[in-house]
Nanobody, 128 residues
Framework: QVQLVESGGGLVQAGGSLRLSCAPS????????MAWFRQAPGKAREFVAG????????YYADSVRGRFTISRDNAKNMVFLQMNNLKPEDTAVYYC?????????????????????WGQGTQVTVSS
């Protein structure tokens, strides 16, 4: 069964940068829409960024637009999240997700329930 594996999290000071990576384990995908979500303690899981099948369309939460960039390498079946100018409020566990059943080429959903494959998450901690 295909799963996702995230890497690249860690501890960084406010204003710093991190790059998260996500790759499938146990198989490959047929370039489905992909997204990053995050969940802080005591809060619901929230959409951070999403990218379409080809990578031609990307979507961001207002809280990260202009600071985060999502990208993908379809030849390697990988998705990345470049996070710049990090803030303490970005502290959370970050999850990668895939929507394998999506019929869309450009649309990326933003609700967790629309994604059927998830990673275990990687912790991002931003100190002030």
């Amino acid at each position: 069964q295909v799963q996702l594996v995230e890497s690249g999290g860690g501890l960084v000071q406010a204003g710093g940068s991190l790059r998260l990576s996500c790759a499938p384990s146990g198989g490959t995908f047929n370039n489905p829409p992909m997204a990053w979500f995050r969940q802080a303690p005591g809060k619901a899981r929230e959409f951070v960024a999403g990218i379409s099948r080809s990578g031609g369309s990307s979507y961001y939460a207002d809280s990260v637009r202009g600071r985060f960039t999502i990208s993908r390498d379809n030849a390697k079946n990988m998705v990345f999240l470049q996070m710049n100018n990090l803030k303490p409020e970005d502290t959370a566990v970050y999850y990668c997700a895939a929507d394998r059943d999506s019929p869309y080429n450009y649309y990326v959903p933003s609700l967790p329930g629309e994604f059927d494959v998830w990673g275990q998450g990687t912790q991002v901690t931003v100190s002030s």
